[in-house]
């Protein structure tokens, strides 16, 4: 059974950091990418980030440039998404999403199979 399991969600003021990780259970990724999206109250999910796993192609949505960073473990079977610089706008739950057809248009969701149950992150003002 194929798992994408996150962590690193939390409550944190604006301008703190926090570390999101991504470990794939159960699948080993090959020509995968690895994206991270997430969804607030009331609005649609939105891309956030992305990767390549081979090749370290790297993709970002505008308003988190130059804030989060995208990178990977090969050995841990890891994705993890850093985010400094945090703002209010950035709280929602973010989901880590796998799919080897998302090699064709990243920053759609469209081309992701597998999707992690979701971590929260909330960032006071």
């Known amino acids: 059974q194929v798992q994408l399991v996150e962590s690193g969600g939390g409550l944190v003021q604006a301008g703190d950091s926090l570390r999101l990780s991504c470990t794939a259970f159960?699948?080993?990724?090959?020509?995968?990418?690895v994206g991270w999206f997430r969804q607030a109250p009331g609005k649609k999910r939105e891309f956030v980030a992305a990767?390549?796993?081979?090749?370290?192609?790297?993709f970002y949505t505008d308003s988190v440039k130059g804030r989060f960073t995208i990178s990977r473990d090969i050995a841990k079977k890891t994705v993890y998404l850093q985010m400094n610089s945090l703002k209010p706008e950035d709280t929602a739950v973010y989901y880590c999403?796998?799919?080897?057809?998302?090699?064709?248009?990243?920053?759609?969701?469209?081309?992701?199979?597998?999707w992690g149950q979701g971590t929260q992150v909330t960032v006071s003002s």
């Open positions: 999403a796998a799919g080897i057809g998302a090699i064709w248009a990243p920053t759609a969701d469209t081309g992701y199979n597998y």
């Open positions: 990767i390549k796993w081979r090749g370290d192609s790297i």
């Open positions: 159960g699948l080993t990724f090959n020509n995968h990418v």
